[in-house]
């Protein structure tokens, strides 16, 4: 059957009149929603937020930055119950190896002077394996009246959208790897889960499709005991023959793979002593490695004691560092 695909934040300017909330995410039936409010033993809950006036879904990453869709965009977010304005000009689409744009962006935001930090949010160096569990956490719609549908065969059957959803969390498995998504101007190098039914031996415990206000929502998988963010939900497909608004057995929920784009996140959002990259020349990465690294949040690599005529390698070019270099520098420029 030809299936649709469609991204999670573009339909929400069409929404009616708001319904009672419910949880977001689509479950697989009531039993299978989970009643604890957080994961278990998960530790980034509150990077996972929103943009204002009951937007979709973003990620912060910590630093001061923030993960979304493109389709997104940047925009006023919550963090730890302020609201927190962006940084103009600050947006960085994320590129795909062949310099093509990703459903994917990052932007800076501006903490107020007394925020306390979240922690760097640690993003996986591998992509979700087939067959791997996921954490999926978003702002979408959630659950409402049960759909069928009419077909050749056996019925379809489904959930009809809330008008209004709210943060919550669910599970699947990880059904395709190494997608490449095509939305437009945008190519996403993807993974995709598959929304079971109760009774598929596939179904995971608390077995979870994304809805509209999903986009930009988190994908976590855990590994050797620590969670790591691995995805950002984009988008999904259907079935045509389903109404609107509603989600059925089979439809799939697609994430941009961060492990591709890994490195280029950590370039932009992450500090100088945390960011993977030997910034300062000296063959020594990042903290604790580098001995002029205070802390991971330390923006500078180099060490604040340095003597004068130092030399310090960078790129094959050799740079005069310390007073004496300086100094010849200054009177070069005004000869």
């Not at 259907?238 to 793979?257: H, K, N």
């Not at 060490?303 to 310090?312: F, K, L, N, P």
């Amino acid at each position: 059957m030809r299936r649709f695909a469609y991204l999670l934040a573009v339909l929400a300017a069409s929404a009616l009149a708001l319904a009672p909330a419910a949880a977001a995410l689509i479950f697989a039936s009531p039993e299978f929603e989970p009643r604890e409010a957080l994961p278990p033993d998960f530790p980034y809950w509150d990077h996972v937020t929103q943009r204002r006036y009951e937007g979709p879904s973003v990620v912060y990453l910590g630093n001061g930055f923030a993960l979304t869709a493109r389709h997104v965009g940047m925009g006023e977010v919550f963090l730890r119950g302020e609201i927190v304005p962006p940084v103009a000009s600050s947006k960085r689409t994320l590129l795909n190896a062949n310099g093509t744009p990703a459903d994917a962006m990052l932007f800076e935001v501006a903490l107020p002077e007394s925020f306390e930090d979240l922690p760097l949010l640690p993003i996986a160096t591998e992509g979700p394996r087939l067959g791997e569990e996921v954490l999926l956490i978003g702002f979408g719609r959630g659950r409402e009246n049960v759909v069928e549908v009419a077909t050749d065969g056996p019925s379809e059957f489904g959930f009809s959208w809330a008008e209004k959803g709210s943060k919550r969390w669910g599970t699947n498995r990880i059904s395709s790897v190494d997608e490449t998504l095509y939305q437009g101007s945008w190519t996403t190098h993807s993974v995709s889960v598959v929304f079971d039914p109760p009774s598929s031996d596939k179904a995971t415990r608390h077995e979870a499709q994304a809805a509209i206000g999903d986009s930009g929502g988190a994908v976590f998988v855990k590994r050797d005991g620590q969670w790591l963010l691995a995805g950002m939900m984009t988008s999904v497909t259907g079935y045509t023959r389903a109404p609107a608004r509603t989600s059925m057995y089979g439809d799939t929920t697609y994430a941009a793979d961060l492990s591709t784009y890994r490195g280029e996140i950590l370039h932009w959002a992450r500090p100088a002593c945390a960011n993977e990259e030997d910034d300062d020349g000296d063959e020594a990465i990042d903290f604790a490695a580098d001995s002029g690294c205070d802390s991971e949040m330390d923006r500078n690599e180099r060490d604040s004691g340095g003597i004068a005529g130092e030399w310090i390698w960078s790129g094959g070019a050799l740079l005069a560092a310390g007073v004496a270099a300086f100094a010849f520098f200054r009177r070069s420029l005004a000869a």
